[in-house]
């Protein structure tokens, strides 16, 4: 039985929820070039990275985008998103989560962020958690996101940790399988609460016992 010695979070979904600060950004994007966007496919961007979250925005569309045109499209989105990101603050971190995070100091138990996105640096800046991990692997340094393995296995060898004793909170199935390619234990948290392969799943991080998650997680 291997110990579990790196837990690697994902940020958006784990830490704190910008989903719909995507759904906004996104929506904005589409109504200006008319094309069908709604909460549906929003959750099909969970986890995946911004070109192909574009992608499957620009597939409910019969015109043709050139790679220019798209990259554009990616930019301003970006624009609209950070705008929204302003608003973020410590008080958007969602429940349980730094108490975990305490926990697992406490326990020798090192800690990271594997995130696909670009904005993580930003996004960690808001909520104040910028110092707070030994490792931050994301959409800055990578170059398949999930469900490629690439930034879990950047994040373990950061760390120092074999990929065998690390385990990962997602809340997306992209990252889920993500996890499981890396060869790492996968929590799935709130919407990847649902996923079939996880190894546990938890409606969200409050309320949860330590002892109880590294064990459960180890067998
Ligand atoms: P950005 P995670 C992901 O973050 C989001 O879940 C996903 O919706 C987003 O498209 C992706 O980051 C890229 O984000 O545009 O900021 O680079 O869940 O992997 O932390
Ligand atoms: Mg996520």
């Given at each position: 039985?291997?110990?579990?010695?790196?837990?690697?979070?994902?940020?958006?979904?784990?830490?704190?929820?910008?989903?719909?600060?995507?759904?906004?950004?996104?929506?904005?994007?589409?109504?200006?070039?008319?094309?069908?966007?709604?909460?549906?496919?929003?959750?099909?961007?969970?986890?995946?990275?911004?070109?192909?979250?574009?992608?499957?925005?620009?597939?409910?569309?019969?015109?043709?985008?050139?790679e220019k045109d798209k990259q554009l499209l990616a930019q301003r989105k970006n624009e609209v998103y950070c705008d929204l990101l302003n608003k973020l603050s410590p008080n958007d971190i969602l429940p349980g989560v730094i108490n975990l995070l305490m926990n697992l100091k406490a326990k020798d138990i090192k800690i990271a962020i594997g995130s696909s996105s670009k904005n993580t640096p930003f996004i960690l800046e808001q909520i104040g958690l910028s110092s707070s991990f030994d490792a931050i692997a994301d959409g800055n340094s990578i170059m398949n996101s999930k469900p490629d393995p690439e930034v879990f296995l950047l994040a373990a060898g950061k760390l120092g940790v074999a990929p065998e004793e690390c385990a990962v909170i997602e809340d997306a199935q992209a990252g889920i399988d993500a996890a499981i390619a890396a060869g790492m234990k996968a929590v799935g948290v709130g919407t990847a609460a649902s996923c079939v392969n996880a190894h546990l799943k938890l409606k969200d991080l409050s309320n949860l016992n330590i002892d109880q998650l590294l064990n459960e997680i180890r067998s």
């Open positions: 039985m291997m110990k579990i010695l790196a837990v690697i979070f994902d940020l958006d979904g784990v830490i704190v929820s910008t989903d719909e600060f995507h759904y906004q950004a996104w929506k904005q994007i589409s109504n200006q070039e008319k094309i069908y966007f709604d909460r549906e496919i929003n959750e099909r961007l969970r986890g995946v990275s911004r070109m192909e979250s574009l992608e499957i925005i620009l597939s409910h569309s019969d015109k043709k985008y050139s």
